[in-house]
DNA sequence: CTGTTAGCGCATTCAA
DNA sequence: TTGAATGCGCTAACAG
């Protein structure tokens, strides 16, 4: 009777025995078939398939190689709320593009937000690491690096020693604020988390320096100016902060801001998605875009052509891409990626 | 000066030189460090420290052990597409939590539908194999087959030496279409592809045994028996095929339906995204529901609750435990999942 | 608690 | 075109 352990995995050498063929002629076969005369090669393939040898062992071909080919993509605190994200799905099909034209694979390294987390990183058999945008104080990011592979930060923080790929998320909201304000005189955000414990509030005047996100520092940076060019204080502006990047959350901050005793005359949220909650709570509330309420997203989604939207235009697509071929090491470490303010319907100018 | 290749990789031996121990001291300390003494541990991390090792190899690991402590997800021909379905998105969400709980890895295998995804299934560094439902001619299962590692196939097909984890789809339809078609004179069914084409269509009559992908096949099937339960002919029941799983697609496919001679009165979806979009084209006709059409979704997802829609509940969440757990030849091969009718507003009963 | 031996399966190097 | 030797970096099994 078979032992419950299964049988015995089917090694190069066995076929090679098999063949009557040296190791090497079998080798050959599977890695450079153009090397083995077609007599050798098929009877390496015939002992192969009588014995079921499933090809080269990938964990011995990448010890020998000193290659796994493959790279590992680092997706934040919660699997699912990075797939639900149709950003950080365009990003992670960039870099699918890139892994497949290499012949590379994508190992997606989910973040549970445990200590086991840099577990994970360390025991990953990977040869670079593209890591998801996160806070400044993600313990995560001093495991990526201790790994010593090519590696690259999406969005921020810049880690000495990584690359970093983005917009400058300062400039643009500065463009897209200003566009947003243009005309107002009681301004509102609708923001990220300003801190991993993602807890939700409408705050006066948020402390910038405190936020631990570089990226939602750095819109938020952008859109204080915006705010004081147009001759309004930032203490006066409110931010409405949303634990989620998503639309239902997003209508309900739009929505208390607007039941507020001074409520807000422009609407500059972070995403399309919030942007898009944000617009039905104004409708809800019987209010006209934008003569009575503008409003700006960001990245230009699809429902940010549906809607109307004033956007800030970015391809997360080809940035995943940027960040792939850093994580090869087959490019310039770090790169700022283009992007673009479209004016549409939802705001005044 | 240094070598443009960088530095060698720092070994487990190097830091047993330098700490003046053995290796399997050094060893040791990263994998039992309860059976090292605390003097020995310390000289070792601090050599490490000293030289940068990054910690055990894990090709090397994974060599050694016989075992990567990973397992892989085959996702189907577009990776973005299956991280736009909300359902994949909570089945790899399943996966993860098995995975994270064992301490293994997972790797997701983007499947482009070319030629080298079997060379991408062959180089797969993993465990296990879970394969998301697809095609029964999909080449991609011989090859997942042919690795000769614990495999499951999650829906359908259902293939020798391979586990299986899914719902009895032809019974839940028949369940849930049977409540859409109550009362009913002339009912549909939006569909997702009959074959791997993906071509969009309406087709009176579908010949169910042609269909190549079995969930969709047990499904028509199901459907096909409703509508013979209620003294409908097969072939009167018109099929509009969508090429994707969106609302999008669904509300043009319905819409074209209700503007035919002969209208729907009852629409079975296939997913709940496409019943929306299938609700939004009856709003925007001007019919009532359940009324002058019934709708009914599948999946229970949230916003099955929030348009009322009457649903096949099931947890994709556990099925991709189940998957997992079979993955990681833990349990029983196969597995058929619970499921439930959720009876809401958009049917007539 | 620590060390020695051995070899996981493969592909690079060099020789034939 | 083929083959022999070697070792990638690590850890199970055992001995001390």
């Not at 020998?64 to 699997?79: D, I, K, Q």
């Not at 997203?297 to 960040?323: I, Y």
């Amino acid at each position: 009777m078979e032992s419950s352990a299964g049988p015995r995995r089917v090694t190069l050498a066995q076929v090679a025995e098999l063949a009557g063929v040296s190791v090497m002629t079998a080798s050959y076969t599977y890695n450079r078939p153009s090397r083995v005369s077609d007599q050798a090669r098929s009877k390496v393939l015939a002992a192969a398939a009588r014995l079921g040898y499933a090809g080269p062992d990938p964990s011995a071909r990448s010890l020998r190689r000193g290659s796994t080919r493959t790279l590992g993509v680092v997706m934040g605190e919660h699997l699912s709320y990075a797939f639900e994200d149709p950003e950080a799905v365009s990003f992670l099909a960039g870099i699918a593009d890139i892994c497949a034209g290499h012949g590379y694979g994508m190992t997606i390294l989910p973040i549970t937000g445990a200590a086991d987390d840099v577990q994970r990183i360390k025991s990953a058999a990977v040869d670079g690491f593209i890591v998801w945008t996160t806070s400044d104080d993600d313990p995560v990011l001093a495991a990526v690096r201790a790994m010593r592979r090519p590696a690259v930060v999406h969005g921020g923080p810049a880690v000495q020693g990584m690359g970093l790929v983005g917009i400058d998320d300062r400039a643009a909201a500065h463009a897209v604020g200003t566009v947003a304000f243009a005309g107002a005189e009681r301004p509102a955000i609708v923001s990220f988390p300003l801190s991993r414990d993602r807890t939700s509030a409408i705050v006066g005047g948020a402390d910038i320096t405190e936020v631990l996100f570089p990226v939602t520092r750095e819109r938020l940076e952008g859109y204080r100016r915006a705010a004081e060019d147009a001759g309004i204080a930032w203490r006066d502006v409110p931010v409405a902060v949303c634990a989620r990047n998503d639309a239902a959350e997003a209508e309900r901050a739009a929505a208390a801001l607007l039941a507020s005793a001074e409520p807000p005359d422009a609407i500059a949220a972070m995403s399309d998605q919030q942007a898009a909650g944000v617009v039905h709570a104004i409708r809800a509330a019987g209010r006209a875009i934008p003569e009575e309420v503008a409003v700006t997203g960001w990245d230009d989604a699809a429902v940010a052509a549906r809607l109307g939207l004033t956007t800030v235009a970015q391809s997360l697509r080809d940035q995943g891409a940027a960040c792939a071929h850093a994580a090869l090491g087959r490019e310039p470490d770090s790169r700022t990626a283009p992007w673009s303010i479209v004016r549409r319907a939802s705001t005044r100018r």
